[in-house]
């Protein structure tokens, strides 16, 4: 069960790290792999942690969450992210798609899950599974199609 007074100054930190971190409207790959990472990190800390040590359980998952999301957004390049927004825009629900990056080595698979209209935009929430020097990654998130662009919700 979540301990909703650990989460929350958690949700809020990384909040408004992420509102502090906006350019132009949008925010980078290693921004958004930070916050997504540390608030993955948090959850899973603390679930993990027990009585008195679950506060720290959850500030280490979300240390650690936040790095490892860190290090898949920066290595992500412009390949990648033409793949990724190939994926949301072209494969149907429950689809993989897969790549490595002639650059990096690192692989990649995305696989849109669900898919909704809101009568104003299309939004798509994701898995994606990356594997960068040996480590691997599993994030879920949403995008929505905005101006042509699929821009992280």
Not at 11 to 33: D, R, V
Not at 40 to 64: E, F, K, V, W
Not at 85 to 103: F, G, H, I, K
Not at 131 to 151: D, H, L, P, Q
Request: glycine share 14%; hydrophobic share 35%; with cysteine.
């Amino acid at each position: 069960m979540f301990n909703v007074k650990t989460l929350l100054p958690c949700f809020i930190i990384s909040l408004t790290l992420l509102a502090g971190c906006a350019e132009n409207g949008g925010f980078n790959k290693e921004q958004m792999g930070t916050v997504v990472g540390g608030v993955a990190g948090g959850i899973l800390g603390n679930q993990i942690g027990g009585g008195s040590g679950r506060a720290a359980a959850t500030i280490i998952g979300a240390t650690a969450g936040a790095a490892v999301g860190n290090a898949v957004g920066s290595s992500m390049d412009k390949i990648d992210t033409m793949n990724v927004n190939n994926a949301l825009e072209n494969q149907r629900d429950n689809r993989a798609s897969t790549w490595v990056n002639p650059n990096s080595n690192a692989r990649y698979t995305v696989t849109p899950t669900a898919t909704t209209n809101d009568g104003s935009k299309y939004c798509r929430d994701y898995q994606m599974h990356s594997t960068i020097n040996g480590n691997s990654e599993f994030v879920t998130g949403r995008a929505c199609r905005i101006n042509g662009r699929w821009i992280q919700q």
